[in-house]
């Protein structure tokens, strides 16, 4: 971090006295510490400039302008949240940042076989760039976060688990015979959507509409609205134990597909079944992430400064 001021010249003489110590027998050597200052004020100027300052040794990684450190005992969730770019980072090695998000970056890399350094360095990365505007979820209102959750997930799941159970019917029907796992793929599909559709009613009914009027009470500045269920909690609560059971079934999927691995015998219709279901479990991640890491928080933060 660059510092300015008074706040450079200890940085420097630690910097100095670090540099010395590699000489112990010069020292004393006025025109060597002459040079090694130079150095080490030059060393001081080049890591203020950089970017990220990482501590490798400390497993850190801070980032300009953020209000976090990643180390490795952050959770999965507050990295997610705080830089909604490595979201695709942790899709990509399968660590997962929506319903198992209250993992340690430690302990998810153990689990999905990554190594802690060269995940911190990919991180260092990706959460240089600055997130979308579909990303930047933190600072839309809540009624336009709602908006973006139903017409782009919500709309785009339904489409997906009925285009899926007929997709699987149709590929147990012709292929069942030599691929007997075939027979829970379809099970599994058939309890996803069964926990699905349900679910996202009961959002679109009942939690979203109140979380509408939660934050229009706070705008017009009027009293928290009553709610049939007690505490916007409650329900948040059902949402997310919900969210739970979809991201069981989710890995089950994956575990029995092999991670979605088509056999050397699979047909067009096979293929797109396993691309189809890659495809709703990357949609319903990001999905899930939406709601359970920055919408339901918010909600819930709305709620209680209306109370207070």
């Known amino acids: 971090m660059k510092k300015s001021g008074r706040g450079a010249a200890p940085a420097v003489a630690k ?9 112990p027998d010069c020292s004393d050597c006025e025109f060597l510490r002459c040079r090694w200052q ?10 203020a400039s950089l970017p990220f300052e990482r501590a490798f040794c400390a497993g850190t990684l801070l980032a300009p302008g953020r209000n976090m450190t990643i180390t490795a005992n952050a959770t999965v969730r507050e990295v997610a949240t705080e830089f909604p770019q490595s979201t695709q980072l942790f899709e990509k090695l399968n660590i997962d940042y929506c319903c198992g998000g209250n993992k340690l970056i430690a302990e998810a890399c153990a689990s999905a076989g990554v190594d802690v350094g060269s995940l ?15 990303q930047n979820a933190h600072n839309v209102p809540l009624s336009e976060l709602i908006t973006h959750i ?6 785009f799941t339904k489409s997906a688990i009925d285009r899926l159970e007929l997709l699987a019917g149709k590929v147990l029907a012709a292929h069942g015979g030599n691929h007997p796992e075939l027979v829970q793929l379809n099970e599994l599909v058939a ?29 017009k500045k009027r009293a928290v609205p ?13 949402m997310m134990r919900e969210h739970d059971i979809a991201g069981e079934i989710l890995r089950e999927l994956r575990a029995l597909t092999s991670g979605f691995k088509v056999p050397a015998d699979a047909c067009i219709s096979y293929q797109t079944l396993y691309q189809a279901l890659e495809d709703l479990e990357k ?17 819930l933060d709305q709620e209680k400064a209306l109370s207070q």
């Open 191 to 219: 309890r996803l959507a069964a926990d699905l559709r349900p679910h996202m009613f009961k959002e679109e009914q009942i939690l979203f509409p109140y979380i509408v009027a939660l934050e229009d009470a706070a705008d």
């Open 38 to 47: 130079k150095l080490a004020i030059k060393i001081e100027q080049h890591t």
């Open 283 to 299: 949609d319903l991640h990001q999905h899930i992430h939406l709601e359970n890491n920055i919408l339901f928080p918010r909600a």
């Open 120 to 134: 911190m360095e990919m991180l260092a990365e990706v959460t240089q760039s600055s997130p979308s505007d579909a």
């Open 15 to 23: 910097r100095e006295r670090a540099l010395l110590a590699l000489l």
């Open 150 to 155: 139903v017409d782009t997930h919500h709309v």
């Open 226 to 238: 009553f709610a049939p269920f007690g505490t916007v909690n409650n329900p948040i609560r059902m």
